[in-house]
């Protein structure tokens, strides 16, 4: 994949992060949600800039997906610049975890504000959830600047705005492309998800635990997405694998090593 395979509009970018730089100013505490698969391209450092002075929680979420010891890894390594929590949905006590954290980065701030925030699909809406302890009604990422804005007030009495802040992806290399197109935080019309998956399954072969991953030619034999003639219909195969590897259905991965 060449450098001008996913069109990002830098206006759009820019857009985007002046309305976040609008949504942090009136809150003290940022909740940066970062997919624990891309624990780097994941995160945008703009946001060192825009929330300066604000103090900040990292939420590492799809733990459930992530290599179990990378995301030990990176934990430990993203706590010598702030406190870090990995999560995953589904885990029963990772809402009371969230809230704990919440509260301990919290103590010593007076009837704070909080603003959950994150590159699109890295799990915003289900931080929110969770932090609110049941389905929040607008938890869509925010369109607009500093209107309508509504809060939900947690036991310890924390603020937190009902809707997301976006922040946008920082896709500078051929390998943050392809890594942020797998796990979703670039929109589909963006990229060549044939391209995408080529790369991923090319890097599944240098990583260790990689023995799941297949070629797109044989995953789509072995899902039936063949043409007249046994070709294998790799396009819509394409889609196909990219919704089994969001499932997890090729094990459990880090896209990002953290050295030991
Ligand atoms: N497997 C798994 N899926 C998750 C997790 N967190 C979020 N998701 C799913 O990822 C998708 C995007 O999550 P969402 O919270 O809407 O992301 P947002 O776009 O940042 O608000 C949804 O289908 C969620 O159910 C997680 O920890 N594990
Ligand atoms: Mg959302």
Request: hydrophobic content about 45%.
């Amino acid at each position: 994949m060449t450098g001008g395979t996913i069109q990002w509009y830098p206006g759009h970018m820019a857009r985007a992060m002046r309305r976040l730089a609008e949504d942090v100013k009136i809150v003290d505490l940022v909740i940066e949600v970062i997919d624990a698969r891309v624990p780097l391209s994941g995160a945008n450092p703009a946001l060192d800039r825009v929330a300066a002075n604000k103090v900040r929680l990292r939420v590492l979420t799809r733990e459930d997906l992530a290599d179990p010891e990378q995301t030990r890894r990176w934990v430990e390594r993203l706590r010598e610049t702030r406190p870090t929590i990995a999560l995953a949905a589904k885990e029963p006590s990772g809402p009371a975890r969230l809230r704990a954290a919440v509260t301990a980065v919290a103590a010593g701030l007076r009837s704070p504000r909080a603003l959950v925030l994150g590159i699109p699909n890295a799990g915003k809406s289900t931080v929110i959830n969770a932090l609110a302890g049941r389905k929040v009604a607008r938890t869509e990422d925010r369109a607009g600047v500093t209107r309508g804005i509504q809060w939900f007030r947690l036991e310890n009495g924390l603020e937190v705005m009902d809707t997301a802040g976006i922040l946008a992806p920082k896709i500078e290399t051929d390998e943050a492309q392809w890594r942020l197109a797998m796990v979703g935080a670039v929109p589909r019309a963006r990229f060549d998800a044939e391209e995408v998956i080529a790369r991923f399954q090319r890097w599944a072969e240098g990583a260790s635990a990689s023995n799941a991953v297949p070629k797109l030619e044989t995953f789509a034999q072995s899902r039936g997405f063949i043409r007249h003639g046994n070709v294998s219909d790799v396009h819509n195969a394409a889609l196909a694998y990219m919704k089994e590897f969001g499932e997890g259905r090729f094990g459990r991965l880090t896209l990002e090593e953290a050295a030991p």
